[in-house]
């Protein structure tokens, strides 16, 4: 393999990876919904209750940032070229979105995205990395 097909592989690979893990935090919020409502419903143990609430709580700060991750990935992979080859900068703006958010974290890279998205026009564009 050439130096490119390997970078190229690894990009692949990696971006298998964060899909991966993005449906696994899905499956994973969905049980700690459902045990939280079973508290509810059947325990109705008001420890129980907490407990699952204060978890529930914690994995949804704690994951933010790869759910985030893989909303641009799902919406790279199905949004149309028409949409995604419109960006004037290198790199393009959802790639610019997952390296902020894995640099800054969620709330601070999520912010620098939304900034880069509103400056992508006309009279701007470049090379421009978090």
Do not use: W
């Amino acid at each position: 393999m050439q130096d490119s097909e390997i970078k190229h592989y690894h990009r692949e690979v990696r971006t298998l990876d964060l899909l991966t893990h993005f449906y696994l935090l899905i499956f994973i919020f969905m049980s700690l919904v459902t045990f939280l409502i079973l508290s509810i419903v059947l325990i109705k143990s008001t420890v129980l209750i907490i407990i699952s609430a204060v978890l529930l709580f914690a994995y949804i700060i704690l994951s933010a940032k790869y759910f985030l991750i893989g909303c641009v990935l799902a919406y790279k992979s199905y949004a149309p070229m028409k949409i995604r080859d419109r960006c004037r900068f290198e790199p393009s703006c959802s790639t610019y979105m997952i390296l902020a958010v894995e640099k800054y974290g969620f709330l601070k890279g999520f912010l620098k995205g939304i900034k880069r998205i509103n400056r992508c026009h006309a009279p701007n564009g470049g090379v421009d990395y978090p």
